[in-house]
């Protein structure tokens, strides 16, 4: 049951087009050619803080604090790079590692723990890995085997210019984008 008190949040890079519409047409070919839909429940994206609940009366501090965030920073680029794995049941588009990509998230993981006392407890034990997903949770460990060999044969490359991070809401059913977080540095 929903919370009528609380939302869901996490915070993302989410791609401009056409980055965008390129990995939801992977993830489009995943839930079309074996049956996993999950990854449609969210718009292509990078993770940048995991999901949290937030009280819905104290919205106004969470934007102010990801919005003073984000005026500190600069953009830079990062590098899609082919397809990966997480297995038995992750596939997706690898992103190649960078300084100011680790930096960014490292900031955000530290002000968000300090200025709004959220952890981002599922990397405590994990290193970051970003990664934009196209298959995850619902893909059959059975059939995982078959998807990574149609997707390994896959070549995707791209650079993306990171300006905004962004905050995705939870409606109760997918994922939602609710505000980027332009980038003023």
Known sequence: ???KETDRFFIAIV???PVFHDLH???????THFSTSGALKSPPHLTLH???LWKKKKLNQLKTTISNFASQETGFEIELNNFNQFPPRVIFVDVKQSMEL???????KKMMKRELNLF???YKERPFRPHFTIAFRDLKKAIFPE???FFKEKQYTQTIQVKYITLLK???????VYEKFHFDG
């Not at 047409?25 to 839930?31: D, G």
């Not at 680790?102 to 955000?108: A, D, G, P, R």
């Not at 939870?170 to 939602?176: F, I, K, M, R, S």
């Open 170 to 176: 939870h409606d109760g059913n997918v994922w939602e």
């Open 50 to 52: 995991m999901p949290f």
């Open 15 to 17: 791609p401009e087009e």
């Open 25 to 31: 047409q992977f993830k489009l070919e995943a839930a």
């Open 102 to 108: 680790s930096n960014l998230q490292t900031k955000l």
């Open 147 to 149: 998807a990574w060999n």
């Open 1 to 3: 049951m929903k919370n």
């Open 120 to 122: 981002n407890a599922d």
